[in-house]
Each structure stands twice: as structure tokens, then as C-alpha cells.
């Protein structure tokens, strides 16, 4: 396998680099001291095509070849800037998009996919609960259907995007009894009546982006809400869960990498005992080990990206590199944050935001431990591709 990116694909990587630096750096640091959320930004990433790799023209696509890796590549360097606004990768795309194009109607995708392009309509998914999170099938939202719609109730926690959602995908529970076949997947307009967003302000991280809760009372959605068939919601959720990975994996792969530039450059500033610290064997090791684990993890990541575009089911090859790319990352941020000393621990410097971004890439889209567990099974022969 040739690692060589094409030039279409080099000059959209740079793209989206150049357009992070110019566009989200010079308000970063003061935004992320007051947890300020800027929607203009979703627009102009949609503006640059940011979110337009998967879908068909007629929506506002540019439906790439290698769509899933031109995705990858943006959101690591958009992430390698700043953590905060590499997610919304996956809540206008990578999440949203992929089980409206692959489950939704014509109608639902001429109504919903236009804005989560251009990105006037902030996108989310919406599958955790207070009282469930990796044990997703004991969900307690229902979705009641009823003559003309569905009347859904219960509340949704920890979801990136609100409050500013316009819509999302919705998972709730149509039949209980029937546990994770009970499960049906709605694609949901968050102006309908009884949908309310707030706010979490209590996050260790990610302070730019918010995140929050959704509660549904007695909120009636249209019956053309419904994603593929009713029941069908859990093998929707594992579905994008396995695209959704893919930018969590990536947005590491971007924190690890500015942690080891950051790194590499404090150590060849800072003097203790008449010489730079880089020239320490013991520094040395460290920023070895670093890139080499950084190196190691984006090659997992392109792997997966690229067996994706070129239609494979790669479940296992995207758990890995979920995995190894959220580890690499918290390590190279912990590693990078020694190195620093105590400017490590002071928000003056950029590390010390990567060690607290990082720590999400270990939770999000199943923990670390789900996505262990998945490549064991696979490995122990328990589940196959
Ligand atoms: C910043 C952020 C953004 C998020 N965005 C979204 C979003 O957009 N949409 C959404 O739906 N959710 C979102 N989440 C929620 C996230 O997906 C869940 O937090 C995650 O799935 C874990 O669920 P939990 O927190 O309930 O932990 P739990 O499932 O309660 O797990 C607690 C601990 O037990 C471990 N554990 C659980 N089960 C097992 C097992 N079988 N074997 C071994 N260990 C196990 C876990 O690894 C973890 O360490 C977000 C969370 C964060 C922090």
C-alpha cells in the first residue's frame, strides 16, 4: 500500500490547516478561557467545503472518491490547531450524513443534508443517557408511534453539538422488550415542540465545542423521521459509530502531532545546566517514543480511512486505530506536558489544552475498554468481520 496522498487530497490537508490557523487561532485562547462557542466558524467550514466529501452534489456535495480520507486528513489538521472545532467533522459529517445517506428517504436527505453541508444547521447524534453509555441497548428514551408520528420522551446526555443543534439523529427505544432489536434511529428537525437543549458547563475540555443535554416531552416527530426500518436503530447506531471513530481517531492523530511540534521546540529553547534540554538522553527518549507512537497510530488511521473509501467493512481495523490513536494521543499530551515543566501546567501554553482535549478521545464512540474489547473479540474469534 502506497502512503502517498494524492494532490488533491495534499492540497485540501493544507487547506485545512491554513484555514485553522488563520480563521480559529487568533480568537482561540481568549474563546477558550470563556468557553465560547463561535456558530460563524461552522459556516465558514462549510463555506470551504469542509463537510461536503461524502455527500451527492444535489445536496451541496462534492461526493469525493476518497471522500472518507480527504474527511480524515481535515479533521486532523483542523484538530492539530484546535481540538474544539475538529469535532464538528463528525457532527456535520462524518455522523449525521452517513446513516441519512445510507438509511434515509429522499425527503429526509433534501431537508436535512443541505444545511449539515454548508453548515448553517448545526448536526449531532444523540445515543447516551444518564443511566446508559456503553451498554447502549438499555436506552430508556422512547418512541411511541401513533397515527400520525412518533411521540418520543426522555432525555439524551453528553452530546456534542447542544445546544445549538438544528438537528440530529435521535436513538430511542420503539420496543422495549425486544431490547437492542427495540431500537429504531430517527433523523429529527430540533425546532419540533418538545425538544429542549442545555447547555453542560462543567467539562474538563473541548471548551470551545458544546456539549449538553436533550430532553423530549411528549415531542411529536413526522412518521418520515424514521431512519431505515423500525427496529432496525441499533445496527444504524454500530453503523455510524464505525465512521464516527474514524474522526475521533483522527482529531488525535492531530493533538498528538502538535504535542511532539510544541515539544521538539520548547526543547530547543529551554536551557537548564548550560544546554538546551533536547540534547538530554532522557528528553530524547521521550520525544522518540512520541513519534513513534504518533507515526504508528496515523498509519492505523489512514489504513481504516482508506479502506473505507474503497467500500470494505473494516469494524476491527477502525476500532484499532480508534483505540491506539486515542492512547497515542493522551500519551504524547502527558509526555509533552513533562517536558514542558511547569509551563506544562500553565494555561499560558498550548499542552496543557491538549492534555485536557486529549482525555476525550479515550471516552467518546466507546471507551477505550468497548473498543479493546471489540478487536479481542475478533481477535479470540468471537465475532467476525
Ligand atoms: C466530550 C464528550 C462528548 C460526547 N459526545 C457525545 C455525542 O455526541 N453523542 C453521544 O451519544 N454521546 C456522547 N458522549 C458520551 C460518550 O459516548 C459516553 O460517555 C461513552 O460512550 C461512555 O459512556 P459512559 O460515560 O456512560 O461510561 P460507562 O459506560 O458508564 O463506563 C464507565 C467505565 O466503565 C467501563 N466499561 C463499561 N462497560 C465495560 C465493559 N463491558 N468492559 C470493560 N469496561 C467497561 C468504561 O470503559 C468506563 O471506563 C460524549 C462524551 C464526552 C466526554
Known amino acids: 500500500m502506497d502512503f502517498k496522498i494524492s494532490d488533491e487530497l495534499e492540497s485540501m490537508r493544507k487547506m485545512a490547516y491554513d484555514f485553522a490557523v488563520k480563521n ?14 463561535r456558530p460563524e466558524y461552522l459556516k465558514k467550514m462549510g463555506d470551504q467545503g469542509m463537510f461536503a466529501c461524502l455527500a451527492p452534489e444535489k445536496f451541496g456535495g462534492l461526493e469525493l472518491e476518497e471522500g472518507n480520507m480527504a474527511a480524515t486528513l481535515m479533521a486532523m489538521e483542523v484538530a492539530r490547531v484546535s481540538p474544539s472545532w475538529g469535532l464538528p467533522f463528525n457532527l456535520q459529517m462524518n455522523g449525521p450524513q452517513n446513516v441519512l445517506l445510507k438509511y434515509g428517504s429522499e425527503e429526509l436527505k433534501e431537508q436535512f443534508l443541505p444545511g449539515l453541508i454548508a453548515g448553517t444547521s448545526g448536526g449531532c447524534f444523540a445515543i447516551t443517557e444518564p443511566n446508559s453509555g456503553s451498554d447502549v ?6 418512541a411511541v408511534e401513533v397515527d400520525d408520528g412518533f411521540i418520543l420522551n426522555g432525555t439524551k446526555t453528553w452530546i456534542s453539538g447542544v445546544p445549538y443543534c438544528g438537528c440530529g439523529v435521535v436513538y430511542a427505544m420503539t420496543d422495549k422488550a425486544a431490547k437492542h432489536k427495540g431500537m429504531s434511529a ?4 430540533f425546532n419540533a415542540p418538545g425538544v429542549v437543549q442545555r447547555a453542560i458547563t462543567t467539562k474538563l475540555g473541548l471548551h470551545c465545542a458544546p456539549t449538553g443535554e436533550i430532553f423530549f416531552e411528549e415531542a411529536k416527530i413526522p412518521k418520515t423521521a424514521l431512519l431505515g ?11 455510524m459509530l464505525n465512521f464516527t471513530r474514524l474522526s475521533s481517531a483522527a482529531r488525535a492523530v492531530g493533538v498528538a502531532q502538535s504535542c511532539i511540534e510544541e515539544a521538539c521546540k520548547y526543547s530547543n529553547e529551554r ?6 534540554i533536547g540534547q538530554f538522553q532522557m528528553i530524547q527518549e521521550q520525544i522518540g517514543r512520541m513519534s ?9 488511521l489512514l489504513r481504516a480511512a482508506w479502506q473505507k473509501d474503497q467500500g470494505m467493512n473494516n469494524t476491527l481495523e ?3 486505530a480508534k483505540y491506539f490513536c486515542a492512547e497515542s494521543a493522551n500519551f504524547c499530551a502527558s509526555e509533552a506536558v513533562k517536558i514542558f515543566g511547569s509551563y506544562g501546567f500553565s494555561s499560558e501554553y498550548p499542552v496543557e489544552r491538549f492534555y485536557r482535549d486529549a482525555k476525550s478521545y479515550q471516552i467518546v464512540e466507546g471507551t477505550s475498554n468497548v473498543q479493546k474489547m471489540i478487536i479481542a473479540q475478533f481477535a479470540l474469534g468471537y465475532r467476525k468481520a
Do not use: N, R, W
Open 186 to 189: 430517527f433523523f429529527i428537525d
Open 292 to 300: 513513534v507512537e504518533h507515526e504508528a497510530s496515523k498509519l492505523l
Open 229 to 239: 426500518k423500525l427496529g432496525q436503530g441499533f445496527a444504524i447506531c454500530m453503523t
Open 137 to 142: 441497548a438499555s436506552m430508556k428514551t422512547t
Open 318 to 320: 477502525t476500532s484499532m
Open 24 to 37: 480559529i487561532k487568533p480568537t482561540m485562547e481568549e474563546d477558550e478561557k470563556e468557553h465560547k462557542y
Open 271 to 276: 536551557e537548564q545546566f548550560g544546554q538546551a
